[in-house]
C-alpha cells in the first residue's frame, strides 16, 4: 500500500530486489521484478553488498528500457538515466509508467505519446509545447522535470505525486464536500493554465 511507501528503501537496502505498489502492478512490473530476482540468484552479489554497503544499482541491464504496445506491435525504447519501476496506466493514446531518476532516486511519471512516433515538424510542434507547459508554476500544476524524443516516440517525465489516483478515489465513493474540494483546487490549477495562454479541452 502506498501508506508503506516510506519503508520500500529500507526493504531495497535490506535486499529486496523491487518493492510493488498494489495501485501501480501490472504484468510487466511481476514480470520485470521475477526476472531481476532470478538473475540475483544466478549471479554473485555486488562487493558492496558483500561489505554491508547498500549498492545503487544492481542491475544495470534494465536501466532507461520502457517496453509498451502500439499498433498492435511491441516496442522497447532507451530513456537514459530513468529506470522503470512500473506500469501506471496504458491507453491507445499513452503509456504511462513510474520511474526513478538514476543520479538521486527521485521518483518521477514518464508518459510516452503512442498515437505514432514523431517526424521532424511534429517534434518541433511537441518541443515548444513542452518549452510553454514547463513554464507553469501555478497552485496544482504538475512539474514538467523533462522531456525528449527516444526513437522517434516523444516522451515527457513529470513530477511524481503520491497522493493516488483520483479515479480510483471517485469509485471508491465520495462526499459532496469532497467533491466541491477536488473542483475548486481543479479550478486553480485551469487558472493557472489560462493565465499561460492554454485551453484544456
Known sequence: ARELEPQSA???????????????????????????????LNSPEPVEHQLGTPAIFS????????????????????????????????????????????????????????????????????????????????????RYVDAGVADSWPYVVLEYLPGGDLRQRMAAGINSAQAVQILYQLSIALDSFHTGNFAHM
Do not use: W, Y
Not at 28 to 37: D, F, N, P, W
Not at 115 to 123: A, G, I, R
Open 10 to 40: 529500507k526493504l531495497i537496502e535490506a535486499g529486496a530486489v523491487s518493492v510493488l505498489f498494489k495501485d501501480a502492478f501490472s504484468k510487466s512490473s511481476l514480470i520485470e521484478t521475477v526476472t531481476k530476482a532470478l538473475g540475483k
Open 59 to 142: 542491475d544495470t541491464r534494465t536501466f532507461g528500457q520502457f517496453s509498451f504496445i502500439a499498433n498492435g506491435q511491441c516496442h522497447t525504447i532507451v530513456i537514459e538515466h530513468f529506470k522503470f519501476i512500473a506500469t501506471i496506466a496504458s491507453s491507445h493514446l499513452a503509456q504511462v509508467f513510474c520511474a526513478e531518476r538514476m543520479l538521486n532516486q527521485q521518483r518521477v511519471v514518464i508518459k510516452i505519446a503512442l498515437t505514432s512516433p514523431l517526424h521532424s515538424d511534429e517534434v518541433r510542434t511537441f518541443c515548444e509545447r513542452f518549452r510553454l507547459i514547463s513554464k507553469l508554476n501555478g497552485r496544482n500544476v504538475v
